[in-house]
C-alpha cells in the first residue's frame, strides 16, 4: 500500500532550524494529501501541516510564520522546514498520508523526535 519514512529530526537550541523529510513509497500514484503531525509526551497529536498536489498548503496556527511544508513529486517528498524552533515544538514529528481515493485508510511513518532546549 503505502510506506512513509521520515528523516531529519534531532537536538537543537531554541531559535535554530531543521528540516524534516517524508520518503512515500508503494502506491504513491494514489496519493494527493500528506500531512504533519506531532505529539509530545502525554499530549494528543496535533495536525501541523497539510500539502496537497494541487498545491493547497494549511498550517497550524502555532506554526504559521515559522514553518514551510513543501513536496518534491520527482522524489516522492514532503518536506518541513522548521525556523525559530521554540521549546513547545518538541514532539516526536509524523507523516501522514489520510484516507483518499483508492487508499482507504490511514498510514504513519515510524516518527522522527525533534527536541528543542531553552
Known amino acids: 500500500q503505502v510506506q512513509l519514512v521520515e528523516s531529519g529530526g534531532g537536538l537543537v537550541q531554541a531559535g535554530g532550524s531543521l528540516r524534516l523529510s517524508c520518503a512515500a513509497s508503494g502506491r504513491i500514484f494514489s496519493i494527493n494529501t500528506m500531512r504533519w503531525y506531532r505529539q509530545a509526551p502525554g499530549k494528543q497529536r496535533e495536525l501541523v501541516a497539510t500539502i496537497t498536489s494541487g498545491g493547497n498548503i494549511n498550517y497550524a496556527d502555532s506554526v504559521k510564520g515559522r514553518f514551510t511544508i513543501s513536496r518534491d513529486n520527482a522524489k516522492n517528498t514532503i518536506y518541513l522546514q522548521m525556523n525559530s524552533l521554540k521549546p513547545e515544538d518538541t514532539a516526536v514529528y509524523y507523516c501522514?498520508?489520510?484516507?483518499?481515493?483508492?487508499?482507504?485508510?490511514?498510514?504513519w511513518g515510524q516518527g522522527t523526535q525533534v527536541t528543542v532546549s531553552s
Open positions: 501522514n498520508v489520510p484516507p483518499q481515493g483508492l487508499l482507504r485508510n490511514d498510514y
